[in-house]
Nanobody
Framework: QVQLVESGGGLVQPGGSLRLSCEISGFALDWYAIGWFRQAPGKEREPGSCISRVEGRIYHVDSVEDRFTISRDAAGNTVYLQLASLNPEDTAVYSC?????????????????????WGQGTQVTVSS
């Protein structure tokens, strides 16, 4: 069974940090491109950052915050999103997604419309 499971969200004060995790199971390593996205209340899901599980190659769309850093563990089974200097506008559900390597290119994993498998998301709330 293929699964993406996010964790690490929660309530954080403005200026704080969080590290989100996306645990990957059931996907062969050729499903190599994983992206992180966010969706704020009443807004569309925003394009984000993506990473190659095997090589660690990273791509960001221009609108991605400089305060967000994507990384992965050595085995390529967990992808992280480090959020820094959080503000209330960062409040959103953060989700990871995988793209089918037989139909997509690496950079497609940064765009929600190309994602083939989603995790359930983790809520990040920034509030004092």
């Amino acid at each position: 069974q293929v699964q993406l499971v996010e964790s690490g969200g929660g309530l954080v004060q403005p200026g704080g940090s969080l590290r989100l995790s996306c645990e990957i199971s059931g996907f062969a390593l050729d499903w190599y491109a994983i992206g992180w996205f966010r969706q704020a209340p009443g807004k569309e899901r925003e394009p984000g950052s993506c990473i190659s599980r095997v090589e660690g190659r990273i791509y960001h769309v221009d609108s991605v915050e400089d305060r967000f850093t994507i990384s992965r563990d050595a085995a390529g089974n967990t992808v992280y999103l480090q959020l820094a200097s959080l503000n209330p506008e960062d409040t959103a559900v953060y989700s990871c997604g995988a793209v089918d390597p037989h139909r997509r290119r690496f950079g497609d994993a940064c765009y929600a419309r190309f994602v083939d498998h989603w995790g359930q998301g983790t809520q990040v709330t920034v509030s004092s």
